[in-house]
């Protein structure tokens, strides 16, 4: 098979797998922290020319799944509001964070080490803490996990 056809047929099968190309998904990485792609790669725990060929679609898959989860971690540290505003400081530990975190890999998932002060945050965001207490009540009975993190929500907004 020609390189331009194993290149697009990576390409098709990354949308397929990750829901977009990787190199998408690593551009955006890249500027989103102000790294370079090396050092990126380092973060990751992935070599330097295996990134560049995930990226340019020479390689369909990222094969250590601990890459996968470390690169959906850094993903979702974008969100965090001092990040996104560009915290120098903040984006430094957020590559840190991701850079030294183990995460576990499943077998029916890839677990991500999530930050619960951003969720937490999140829930706050959309609720006052007094209607966490009053829907974590409604839920004990039948969701005790999503009650105790509703209350953990409101708490902690105090």
């Known amino acids: 098979m020609e390189d331009h056809k194993i290149v697009q047929r990576n390409i098709a099968l990354q949308r397929e797998w990750y829901g977009e190309p990787l190199g998408d998904r690593v551009r955006r990485l890249v500027v989103a922290f102000d ?3 090396a050092f ?3 973060v ?3 070599s330097a020319p295996m990134l560049s060929q995930v990226m340019s679609g020479r390689r369909a898959k990222i094969g250590n799944p601990v890459v996968l989860a470390r690169m959906i971690m850094l993903e979702r540290k974008i969100l965090v ?8 400081d ?3 530990a957020a590559l840190e964070d991701v850079r030294d975190s183990r995460p576990t890999v499943g077998r029916d998932n890839i677990p991500v080490n999530s930050d619960e002060k951003i969720l937490l945050a999140g829930i706050r965001d959309v609720a006052e803490d007094e ?3 009053e829907a974590a009540k409604l839920l004990d009975d039948d969701y005790p996990a999503i009650a105790d993190l509703l209350r953990r929500a409101g708490a902690s907004g105090q």
Request: glycine letters at 8%; proline letters at 4%.
């Open 40 to 42: 990126l790669a380092e």
């Open 81 to 88: 509001p001092e990040v996104a505003a560009g915290d120098r």
């Open 90 to 92: 903040a984006m430094q």
């Open 35 to 37: 790294v370079s792609q």
């Open 131 to 133: 209607n966490l207490a």
């Open 44 to 46: 990751l725990g992935i």
